[in-house]
C-alpha cells in the first residue's frame, strides 16, 4: 500500500485518519493513513522516515507545524509566508511543504458563494489558524483586513506580516470588551478557540447587534458546528458558515495532492460527521 498520515503529540483523538480513510475506500485506493505520535526531539528522524518508507506524504499537527521547517526542501508560497506547514509531499526524497489550513477555508467560502476579491475581512485571533486563513484571504484578494486580537504582540505581528508580504492592507485592533465589528466588514472569522467543545456555551466578547445581515460570518470551530457565535451572527440576519466545511475542503486537497484523484467530498464529510456524533 501507499503510505500517508500524521504526526503529532498528541495525536490519538485527530479526526482525519477516518476522513482520508473514508475516501481512499471510495475511490478504490490501496492507500493506508497512520496516526503517529512523533514527540518534538524525534520530529527530524520522524521526517527521515517519510522518505525512508517511500511515503506519499504526512499531515503535522501540534507541536510540529513550524519546526517542521528547517526539514523540508521547499515551500509553497502561502506556507513561506504563514511560516508553517500542515502537509507534507515527497517526491523521489524530495519534502514539499504545504499550508492547507487556509486554503480549506477559502474553498469552502468559495463553494458557498462568496468571494474574496476586494473584501473587507474581520478575524478573531491570530493564532495558527488565524495566520493561515489570513494570509490566503490576502493571496485571494481581499482589500483590507482586521486583525482583532486579545494578545495585543501576536496581533500586531499578523496584521504586519500581511501588510508588509502581500498586496492586502492589514491592521490591528486591539480587543475592547463588548468589541463592536468595524460596519464596512463583509466577512467575519471567529478564528480563536472559543466555543470547542467542551466550552460549547463560549462565544467570543462581541457586541453582537454590530453584525449586519450584509455580512458573512464564518466560525472554524467544527465541534460543534453550530457554534453559539454563529447562532447568534444568524439572529441578526447574517449568512453563516460553520468549520466542518473548512476542515473537510482542507482534507480533501491533502487527499488530491498526494493520490492525484479528485477528492470524494461528500463522503468525507458524512465520515466527519459521524466521528463528532
Ligand atoms: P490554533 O492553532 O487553533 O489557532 P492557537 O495558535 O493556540 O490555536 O490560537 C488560539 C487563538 O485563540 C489565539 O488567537 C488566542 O488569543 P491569544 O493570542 O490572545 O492567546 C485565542 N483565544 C483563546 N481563548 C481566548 C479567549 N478566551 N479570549 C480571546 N481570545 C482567545
Known sequence: AELTGVFGDPVDDNPTGVVEEAAFAAKNLNY?????KVLPEDLGKAMDSVKIFDMKGINLTMPHKIKVLPY?????????????VNTVIQKEGKLFGENTDGKGFVTALKNSGETLDKKNVTILGAGGAARAIAVECALNGAAYINIINRSIEKGEELASLI???????AKYLNWKNNMAIPSDTDILINATSIG??????DKP???YTSITPEMCV??????PAE?????TAAENGAKTITGLGMLVQQAALNFTLWTGVEAPVDVMEDALKKEFE
Not at 163 to 169: E, G, I, L, P, R
Not at 196 to 201: G, K, L
Open 32 to 36: 493506508r493513513y497512520l496516526t503517529i
Open 72 to 84: 523540508l526542501d521547499e515551500l509553497s508560497p502561502a506556507a513561506e509566508i504563514i511560516g508553517a
Open 163 to 169: 501588510q508588509m508580504k502581500t498586496d492586502s492592507s
Open 196 to 201: 470547542f467543545s467542551p466550552n460549547v456555551t
Open 205 to 207: 466578547d462581541i457586541d
Open 218 to 223: 464564518c466560525d472554524v470551530i467544527f465541534n
Open 227 to 231: 457554534t453559539i457565535f454563529l447562532k
